[in-house]
């Protein structure tokens, strides 16, 4: 079930890597290039406003392969369009909210109906498919772009992304909903006792607080030269770090879950991984050490996600008619960090290079755990140890 999710990490390397390799390759200058890009992603910090329309009218199956249907559709958009930056800007953007609203729609569905010791698996799994399909298109799709003649290439490309819809078919479909009139009222009322309830407002500041955040992983692919690095050898590094990295990271997780309370391993995690970055400063710095940098960035930022995404989907419970909307909120919160931490990372590169982004992106999350542990440790132990934060939901 969790495999599912390769479908919106293969559109995710779609935008993230082949668009900007084919516009570099297009002439576009790196700034704009980098806007571009920023615009679309910038998608992920709104885009759970539109998650309630997730848990009215259609199912969510339908929702869900509507979504891949209309990322692969923006995709073949953007590729075809390096001539127009407009048009390619606009359909990387409609791709994005597909992307960031693809898995609150499958989370929604899938949550509910598998018993509650699972859920910590899916949430590992959802990591695994998203990494893994990440890293399997941005190697793929620049080689069928350029290897096939022009609309055949960017088509291929595009319905390979949509082959893992077919696991939905095998996926039990949950209760049937009321009609888009009939849910509006109880999806108000959802959303205001969502705002008011407190578990699930101290697990949206666990998520907002730079505790676990690892945003290391989005500068790292510029900070090759400090290790002596070829472009080349950052390339490759890349996409194992990503691969296998993130995919031993996401499963990671689930079975520390067997044993601690999720929370706690958020934590630890969090901890662990900031001691790891701050270890990198007293390696030399040789290509060796940035592949240990960054497959080591990558195992904690994906064991981390996956921990997230399990602590998001325990708070849904099992009568939760609006579980996809509560999942976005929750996970959009995850955003915010990410964003500001990397530009926190390269400020703080200005003035003391690598070693001032290492000490900073460590140093607040050392802090931030610190902070977080002492507090819900002595207020609020009962989140800390819970099973489903939910008010409303199983305990």
């Known amino acids: 079930m969790g495999l599912a999710t390769l479908c919106n990490g293969a559109y995710g390397g779609i935008a993230a890597v082949t668009v900007p390799q084919l516009l570099a390759g297009h002439g576009v200058p790196e700034p704009q290039i980098a806007t571009i890009t920023g615009i679309a992603f910038s998608t992920g910090i ?14 969510r199956r339908t929702y869900a392969i509507a979504l891949g249907v209309i990322q692969a559709i923006a995709g073949a958009v953007a590729m075809a369009s390096l001539s ?3 048009v390619l800007t606009a359909a990387l953007f409609i791709l994005m909210l597909g992307y960031y609203l693809f898995t609150p729609a499958i989370a929604g569905w899938f949550g509910p109906i598998l018993p509650r010791e699972d859920e910590p ?3 590992g799994w959802l990591a695994v498919g998203a ?3 990440f890293g399997l298109m941005s190697a793929a799709a620049i080689v069928l772009v350029r290897a096939l003649p022009g609309p055949v290439g960017i088509g291929v490309t595009c319905l390979i992304g949509l082959l893992p819809l077919l696991i939905l078919g095998f996926v039990p479909q949950s209760a049937p909903r009321s009609g888009l009139r009939q849910s509006f009222g109880p999806l108000v009322g959802h959303l205001r006792h969502m705002v008011r309830d407190r578990h699930l407002l101290r697990l949206l500041v666990v998520f907002a607080a730079p505790a676990a955040t ?7 692919g510029g900070l090759g030269r400090d290790y002596h690095a070829s472009e080349a050898f950052v390339g490759l590094i890349g996409g194992v770090a990503t691969s296998v990295g993130g995919v031993f990271g996401a499963l990671v997780a689930p079975l520390l879950a067997r044993r601690l309370p999720l929370l706690a391993i ?7 991984g900031a001691l790891f970055t701050l270890s990198l400063l007293v390696v030399g710095r040789t290509p060796a050490t940035y592949a240990l940098a960054c497959i080591g960035e990558n195992v904690f930022q994906s064991a981390a996600f996956a921990a997230a995404y399990a602590l998001a989907l325990l708070s ?4 939760n008619p609006f579980a996809s909307t509560q999942y976005a909120f929750l996970i959009a919160a995850l955003v915010v960090p990410t964003t500001y931490m990397q530009f926190l990372d390269g400020w703080a590169y200005g003035p003391a290079g690598l070693a001032g982004s290492f000490w900073m992106d460590a140093g607040v999350s050392i802090v931030a755990c610190a902070i ?10 009962d989140t800390l140890r819970f099973e489903s934060v939910s008010e409303h939901g199983e305990r």
């Open 46 to 59: 709104f885009s759970f406003l539109l998650a309630p329309i997730l848990d009215v009218g259609l199912s």
């Open 214 to 220: 690892f945003a290391l992983t989005n500068t790292l």
């Open 131 to 133: 990494i893994t399909g």
């Open 316 to 319: 849904l419970g099992k009568d």
């Open 266 to 272: 958020y934590l630890g995690i969090g901890a662990l």
């Open 372 to 381: 977080l542990a002492v507090v819900f440790g002595l207020f609020w132990r």
């Open 84 to 86: 127009n930056l407009a």
């Open 121 to 123: 698996k899916l949430g």
